[in-house]
């Protein structure tokens, strides 16, 4: 089996510590972890990773911005597949699972995936042209959402790396999908918490947001 690099956007410091022991457990020894240019906490992230089994750990200074997922365009990953994740969706999936996923469809690349929830807070019109059919007052939406996290195998990261930076994930699956790329996703199950969003859960548009302790 080829190695497994991952490549950990370190945007959310906060729970930078989950995800490197999450992908520790996978069984990934090979870690990148991506700076931003206006990131003044280095510090903190190498105290966060002391007590972690030996890992082979490089730092990725972003000198200028380039986006969510352009650093995978800069990074030496070689032929190995490659994890890209993030440090601050707060989500304990099962990488393992993922990672096997992945190797048993064979595809270019495969996403991590779950269902939000959002509850509409005016009401909800079905119409036939302009003619009104039915009206549902707070009727609840289900999106598909992209968990933030995904295996990328050699053909996905040519693609990587001929795009110009910055850019971020949708523009990167774009181009994977206008390159034929073979793309799929996995729904986890697993409850996906992001940061704190205090207008939509003020106006009751989504699933109540689960505040985390900042640290």
Do not use: N
Not at 91 to 104: G, Q, T, Y
Not at 120 to 135: I, N
């Amino acid at each position: 089996m080829p190695q497994i690099h991952a490549v950990i956007q370190a945007g959310g410091v906060t729970l930078l510590g989950q995800r490197v022991q999450q992908i520790v457990e996978a069984g990934i020894r090979r870690l990148t972890v991506v700076v931003g240019p206006h990131h003044s906490r280095r510090a903190r992230l190498l105290r966060l990773l002391t007590l972690l089994p030996p890992v082979e750990l490089e730092f990725f200074d972003e000198r200028a911005a380039l986006g969510d997922a352009g650093a995978l365009a800069e990074i030496d990953t070689g032929d190995d597949e490659v994890l890209l994740c993030f440090a601050d969706p707060a989500i304990d999936l099962d990488l393992a699972k993922l990672i096997s996923v992945h190797r048993e469809r064979r595809q270019d690349a495969t996403l991590a995936s779950h269902y939000e929830h959002h509850q509409l807070a005016p009401g909800e019109l079905r119409v036939d042209g302009d003619t009104v059919r039915g009206y549902q007052e707070r009727s609840r939406k289900e999106f598909l959402i992209c968990s933030g996290m995904a295996m990328l195998e050699a053909r996905a990261m040519a693609v990587a790396r001929a795009l110009p930076r910055p850019y971020g994930v949708a523009e990167l699956l774009r181009a994977m999908l206008e390159a034929d790329c073979c793309v799929t996703h996995w729904v986890h199950g697993t409850r996906w918490i992001v940061d704190d969003d205090e207008e939509r859960a003020g106006l009751g548009y989504s699933d109540p947001v689960i505040r985390r302790q900042a640290g």
